[in-house]
């Protein structure tokens, strides 16, 4: 018989068991000092469909030639697709990177505020990358629901949803708000390497005593 979850536990359990593995690529990047809020959308952005192997190397590429939304507004299209090719979908990625950059020269003098409608205004932006940034750059208390974060609290039976949304929505309502950041820190490495899309390796959970396992199967 399983216990009752208990979430702060899970979550202490897991900081321990993904400590050897890398961090996910916009809390590392910030960690590094790629913190302000228009470095943190420009990092998610080149992360979309992307894995954090590439994101890292690519995102520390492009802002080693430009890091604010000045210089980026400098950049031809062409010179920021060269910077971001690595990426999944570089060529609109770039158009709209630089269209972000000039509407926050336009629009905001150059400084990208931390506000949910402002973010979720600009093209490519949705609320995954809209919360990070919130989060990561603004300590401000936003849950990024990724694809992890999705699969892993619904198997985990913590919340019952059927799409990514609906699952941020469900969190929004249970998750206490200490843990609205560091879901995501530590569900994107706990994802990949132990509670792993296909085959997850249960048998090294720390927390597979509270895990309801939704979705399963027994191997």
Not at 71 to 81: G, H, R
Not at 101 to 125: H, K, M
Not at 194 to 216: A, F, K, N, Y
Request: charged share 25%; aromatic share 8%; proline share 7%.
């Amino acid at each position: 018989m399983k216990k009752p979850f208990d979430i702060d536990l899970a979550l202490e359990l897991i900081s321990a068991a993904v400590r050897p593995w890398p961090k996910a690529a916009m809390f590392e990047l910030a960690e590094d000092g790629f913190n302000s809020p228009f470095e943190q959308l420009v990092a998610c952005m080149i992360s979309i469909r992307t894995y954090d192997e590439v994101t890292l190397p690519t995102a520390r590429k492009f802002f080693a030639r430009s890091r604010t939304p000045a210089e980026v507004s400098q950049l031809t299209i062409k010179e920021i697709d060269t910077l971001i090719n690595a990426s999944t979908f570089h060529e609109r990625k770039a158009e709209q990177i630089r269209q972000i950059a000039r509407r926050i020269i336009d629009e905001y003098e150059g400084n990208l505020p931390c506000d949910s409608e402002v973010l979720q205004s600009f093209p490519g932006v949705g609320p995954k990358c809209a919360n990070l940034v919130l989060g990561i750059a603004c300590n401000q208390p936003f849950i990024s629901v990724d694809i992890h974060v999705y699969r892993i609290t619904n198997r985990w039976g913590y919340v019952q949803a059927s799409t990514p949304e609906k699952t941020m929505a469900a969190l929004e309502a249970k998750l206490p708000r200490k843990h609205w950041i560091d879901i995501n820190r530590l569900l994107v490495p706990f994802g990949k390497h132990i509670c792993t899309g296909e085959r997850p390796h249960c048998s090294t959970c720390p927390i597979l005593d509270m895990c309801q396992q939704v979705g399963i199967r027994a191997q």
